[in-house]
């Protein structure tokens, strides 16, 4: 088992790669290392940001970095037309084999591989996109924004699930202590790779979080952007509406 530390992250278009790497590795114990690490919460904010939307049978959605597909199955079960997109082939693996069991008797997902930055779907395609733990994986924050606006109809609803910077500075060190010390052990234990989850704060200390993320979306003209935060900051979900 691998103890060193160096780090899968990259700064600039190198970073895609690592990522990609980082992902195929861990997809088979991705959904019980993330339910170890939160105590099993992740699967009530990802709820949260379903409820958040309140869908529409029929809606068209779309879940970016869609991973093993946890997102993508709350909208199918609701009566969405839903298309779950990763870059991970191993995740994507996963969660068509979860789609053939937690879909019997309803739509299921469409999942497909592709990248964020160069989504395939025409301008004005989707009623709903959402993105869960994806965003801050990105090389490029503002082409990934930029690239989901486009495909988002006028009136249409983007979701950002992620986690988040708390504003309070003691509790903000003791999270980062706990992503810094005890996160990664997780990496080692179910992975044999701490540095796979050592990951999580270096990509953190790097993502402008919820306010910076607010920013950027009042500058591409968003309305009703808004901030659901959860535990104090340390998790939330950016919700706007594009403008009609």
């Known amino acids: 088992m691998s103890t060193e530390r160096t780090s899968y992250y990259q700064a600039g278009e190198t970073r895609a790669e690592n990522v990609r790497t980082l992902f195929d590795r861990i997809a088979r114990k991705y959904d019980l290392i993330n339910d170890v690490q939160s105590a099993g919460m ?17 809606a068209k959605v779309l879940d970016l970095c869609c991973g093993t597909g946890d997102i993508a199955f709350f909208f199918a079960h609701q009566g969405c037309v839903v298309t779950g997109a990763d870059f991970s082939t191993e995740m994507l693996k996963v969660a068509r084999e979860r789609s053939a069991s937690d879909c019997r008797g309803k739509i299921a997902p469409e999942f497909l591989q592709a990248d964020v930055l160069q989504l395939p779907f025409e301008d004005e395609s989707f009623e709903i996109i959402t993105i869960g733990y994806g965003l801050r994986n990105l090389a490029d924050f503002d082409a990934g924004l930029k690239e989901m606006t486009r495909v988002l109809k006028p009136g ?3 979701l950002i699930l992620e986690f988040g910077k708390p504003d309070n500075s003691i509790l903000r060190a003791a999270y980062y202590s706990y992503l810094n010390l005890a996160v990664p052990l997780f990496g080692l234990i179910f992975c044999g790779d701490m540095k796979a989850y050592a990951y999580i704060l270096e990509s953190l200390k790097h993502y402008p979080a919820q306010r910076g993320i607010l920013e950027m979306l009042d500058g591409l003209g968003y309305a009703e952007n808004r901030i659901e935060n959860f535990m104090g900051g340390t998790m939330s979900i950016n919700r706007a509406v594009k403008p009609g």
């Open 42 to 58: 992740h699967r009530v904010w990802k709820k949260w940001l379903w409820k958040l939307s309140q869908p529409k049978p029929g």
């Open 156 to 158: 249409g609803q983007l």
